[in-house]
T-cell receptor
Framework: NAGVTQTPKFQVLKTGQSMTLQCAQDMNHEYMSWYRQDPGMGLRLIHYSVGAGITDQGEVPNGYNVSRSTTEDFPLRLLSAAPSQTSVYFC??????????????FGNGTRLTVT | ELKVEQNPLFLSMQEGKNYTIYCNYSTTSDRLYWYRQDPGKSLESLFVLLSNGAVKQEGRLMASLDTKARLSTLHITAAVHDLSATYFCAAFMDSNYQLIWGAGTKLIIKP
């Protein structure tokens, strides 16, 4: 049982480049989300999805796009990378079985540097 | 708007001592989560507190929730070095079913 898998683990981009961070889960979780973690700021929600074909914005969505074509995958796209997007990105999923009473399961993170 | 504040943000303590991390939130929330993060690693769920007065314990860690005071605590008993980590609390926001996170408490336990 792999859980939540994120790729790549590390990435360096130049300003203006685009890329996609991959996230896949094998737990049949309907809810998936992307967070960014910056020093001293906790986690901030970028986008989330409550099922295939459904996505919504979180607290800090600007500069990021998502799609959810399957239950398993939830990629995060950076459209035109900026130094302010240097961060650690976490993907997380949750089982819908008992509503919002279950905890989030996190991937191992992607450390992104934009120069 | 729901805001979550943790204190202290940094705590250095000796092995064998007891201490408490506090998590205050600004508006009504009836679910509170605690997570642990080791340096360079992912976040691991510790506790999910679902109602007023909820108390959960795992080993040397005990978490409680007082929804009337909008306060959750994470108590560490007889700390050991292995508990060194950053601890996050997150409150559930009823309006959009999302979590709002505290900034984290970095805990260092010295032998």
């Amino acid at each position: 049982n792999a859980g939540v898998t994120q790729t790549p683990k590390f990435q360096v981009l130049k300003t203006g480049q685009s890329m996609t961070l991959q996230c896949a889960q094998d737990m049949n979780h309907e809810y998936m989300s992307w967070y960014r973690q910056d020093p001293g700021m906790g986690l901030r929600l970028i986008h989330y999805s409550v099922g295939a074909g459904i996505t919504d914005q979180g607290e800090v969505p600007n500069g990021y796009n998502v799609s959810r074509s399957t239950t398993e995958d939830f990629p995060l796209r950076l459209l035109s990378a900026a130094p302010s997007q240097t961060s650690v990105y976490f993907c997380a999923s949750r089982s819908p079985g008992d509503g919002y009473n279950s905890p989030l399961h996190f991937g191992n993170g992607t450390r992104l540097t934009v120069t | 708007e729901l805001k979550v504040e943790q204190n202290p943000l940094f705590l250095s303590m000796q092995e064998g001592k007891n201490y408490t991390i506090y998590c205050n939130y600004s508006t009504t929330s009836d679910r509170l989560y605690w997570y642990r993060q080791d340096p360079g690693k992912s976040l691991e769920s510790l506790f999910v507190l679902l109602s007023n007065g909820a108390v959960k314990q795992e080993g040397r860690l005990m978490a409680s929730l007082d929804t009337k005071a909008r306060l959750s605590t994470l108590h560490i008993t007889a700390a050991v070095h292995d508990l060194s980590a950053t601890y996050f609390c997150a409150a559930f926001m009823d309006s959009n079913y999302q979590l709002i996170w505290g900034a984290g408490t970095k805990l260092i336990i010295k032998p």
